[in-house]
Nanobody
C-alpha cells in the first residue's frame, strides 16, 4: 500500500493551497484518514482527520481556515487550506488506517509535502 501526497508549495500569507493524498494497493476499506504536520524543530501534530462516514476533527489553530474532505471511491483525502499564515509552514503528512482483504489492517504514512507560507 502506498500513500501519495501532493499539492504543497510556496504561497503568500493569506493565500490558499489544496493538498491531496491517494492510497493505492489491495485495500478493502479505509477508516480514519488525516493530515499531520511537522514544522522545523517541532513535534509532528495532528491538523485534521476524517472518518469514513465524514465526521471531522480539527486542531484549534486551523479551525475555520482548513477543511478536510475525502472521496471514498478514490481512497483519497484532501485538505483545503485557506487564509494561510507563516506559522502554517511545515511538512504535511497524510495518514490512513487501512483494512485489507486478508482481514489485517495497518496505519500508514505518506511521504510528506512541504508547505511554505512566506512573502
Amino acid at each position: 500500500v502506498q500513500l501519495q501526497a501532493s499539492g504543497g508549495g510556496l504561497v503568500q500569507p493569506g493565500g490558499s493551497l489544496r493538498l491531496s493524498c491517494a492510497a493505492s494497493g489491495s485495500i478493502f476499506s479505509i477508516n480514519v484518514m488525516g493530515w499531520y504536520r511537522q514544522a522545523p524543530g517541532k513535534q509532528r501534530e495532528l491538523v485534521a482527520q476524517i472518518t469514513r462516514g465524514g465526521s471531522t476533527d480539527y486542531a484549534d489553530s486551523v479551525k475555520g481556515r482548513f477543511t478536510i474532505s475525502r472521496d471514498n471511491a478514490k481512497n483519497t483525502v484532501y485538505l483545503q487550506m485557506n487564509s494561510l499564515k507563516p506559522e502554517d509552514t511545515a511538512v504535511y503528512y497524510c495518514n490512513a488506517d487501512i483494512a485489507y482483504y486478508s482481514g489485517s489492517y495497518t496505519n500508514n504514512w505518506g511521504q510528506g509535502t512541504l508547505v511554505t507560507v512566506s512573502s
